[in-house]
């Protein structure tokens, strides 16, 4: 009674509770000489302790309950005490070490013919296979684990398995395949139908999310976390998720709202404030963005990325050196970080250390030549030198490489204009708006080409077209450009 008592807390999270219920069931079945009843005591024990992430002490009381079995000769106590140690084992990272005891606890399911317990330590020995990358020795863990469930009608294990296959599959990218298997797994509350009760099923749900997430499909991804946390409104980690997927859906005040939930469940995620910011910065709450990095910086400095997007803030906030100090720490954390050595050249550019500019932008191509957005920033530079052949040989570059990027022909054309080769500035601003209609500042360029040309009637037209599209646009020139990276504002 004492010791079910002490399940009872621990299914309603209060573990210290749990833990006093185990020791006095443990001393009363010391007391009587309860061999089993004290394995069982010893190893509820070392449960609530792992769940309360005490490992050694954990460890302790499987070793003890261990060895009762060895001197009892209770196999199918000792296979359960020997998946307990796996199991603690693979918390602590230690997976190879884990497996050992899985397979001990294996062969002795297998030679007392306990199903059930060989079904449940192949689980786990799939989910080491998983963990160290071994996939096609999880997969066949896990087809063991179908097989037995089935067999014994274990529609729980039936349905997690085919999730921990899913999460395989999407491990190798065949998210297809992943698809399929959370397919099957949801499908089996058609028979089983006490998902409310069971975390497999919010897990499937959650794991689906982010397969979808990684497809793209962000719309279906929210679906899947919105089921998740209807069943559990508690989980931070999948409010954090579903803000992301409103992010990427560029739905930031939605996002914010999740991201505000996920901290008031837990305060301490750094990345979730990490994520807010990015959020307040994309709707140019730039001072809220700067204190949520701050937050997140405090929590964990060690997230080079952050520094990088508060350096975006500062640029924006035109407090350029505090981004150059930003970006410099960001650096120290990762210095083969293209993209960051490109937001600081840029910052230079506009502090009109043009040296250090093109310096930053030539380190960051030695480091990924393909990146398209560093020729166009370093053509900014060349142009500002007027320098027109360098910046619109860099143009060139970057059409070859993305040859549907409309900001790079509009930049050339912007070259062309200043090298007053207008006929060839039209043309380009000309594809750039095929490409996004909705580039105001080519339009307003290709109008002071036409201008100069004397074509007045069609300069006026680009003037009123970009007038409507940004009414405050007062130059034909690029606006300050926020980085699309996925660890940028």
Not at 140 to 151: C, D, F, G, H
Not at 323 to 335: G, K, V
Request: contains cysteine; proline residues 2%; charged residues 30%.
């Amino acid at each position: 009674m004492i010791n079910n008592l002490g399940l009872a807390f621990e299914d309603l999270g209060e573990v210290d509770r749990a833990i006093e219920q185990y020791e006095k069931a443990l001393t009363i079945a010391q007391e009587i000489g309860d061999h089993k009843g004290e394995v069982n005591r010893l190893g509820n024990l070392g449960n609530a302790y792992a769940a309360q992430g005490k490992i050694e002490r954990a460890l302790d009381f499987y070793n003890q309950a261990l060895a009762i079995t060895h001197n009892t000769n209770n196999p199918s106590a000792e296979s359960a005490a020997e998946d307990d140690l796996g199991n603690v084992y693979a918390t602590k990272g230690e997976v190879h070490l884990a497996m050992k005891y899985y397979e001990k606890a294996l062969s002795i399911a297998y030679r007392i013919g306990d199903r059930r317990a060989a079904s449940a330590v192949l689980g786990n020995l799939g989910n080491a296979y998983a963990a160290l990358g071994e996939y096609q020795h999880a997969m066949r863990s896990y087809e063991k684990v179908l097989a037995i469930a089935e067999q014994i009608d274990d529609q729980r294990t039936v349905r997690a398995t085919f999730s921990n296959m899913g999460n395989v599959c999407a491990a190798q990218n065949d998210i297809d395949r992943a698809l399929e298997f959370y397919e099957k797994a949801l499908a089996v509350t058609e028979y089983n139908r006490d998902q409310e009760l069971d975390p497999n099923y919010i897990a499937v749900h959650i794991n689906r999310g982010h397969a979808y997430s990684s497809r793209e499909e962000y719309e279906r991804a929210i679906e899947d976390f919105s089921h998740a946390l209807e069943l559990d409104p508690n989980d931070a980690a999948t409010y954090t998720h579903r803000g992301q997927a409103y992010f990427s859906l560029e739905k930031y005040e939605r996002a914010i709202e999740d991201f505000n939930y996920a901290l008031e469940l837990d305060p301490h995620l750094a990345w979730v404030y990490a994520d807010r910011g990015r959020a307040y910065g994309r709707i140019k709450e730039y001072e809220r963005a700067i204190e949520d990095f701050n937050r997140a910086l405090e929590l964990d400095p060690h997230l080079a990325w952050v520094y990088s997007s508060r350096g975006q803030t500062y640029t924006l906030l035109e407090e350029y050196q505090h981004a150059i100090q930003d970006f410099d720490r960001a650096l120290e954390t990762d210095p083969n970080s293209a993209w960051v050595y490109t937001l600081r050249g840029e910052v230079y550019r506009l502090i009109q250390e043009y040296e250090r500019a093109i310096e930053d932008f030539d380190f960051a191509l030695e480091i990924d030549p393909s990146d398209t957005w560093t020729y166009i920033e370093r053509s900014r530079v060349y142009r500002d030198l007027k320098d027109y052949q360098k910046a619109i040989e860099d143009l060139n570059r970057a059409i070859e490489l993305d040859p549907h990027l409309a900001w790079a022909y509009a930049s050339r054309g912007i070259a062309y204009s200043a090298s007053e080769k207008y006929e060839q500035a039209i043309d380009d601003f000309t594809q750039a708006l095929k490409l996004d209609p909705h580039l105001a500042w080519a339009y307003a360029s290709r109008g002071h080409a036409y201008s100069a040309l004397g074509k007045l009637q069609k300069a006026i037209e680009d003037f009123d077209r970009a007038r409507e599209l940004e009414p405050h646009l007062a130059h034909p020139q690029e606006p300050q450009r926020i980085r699309t990276n996925q660890q940028a504002i």
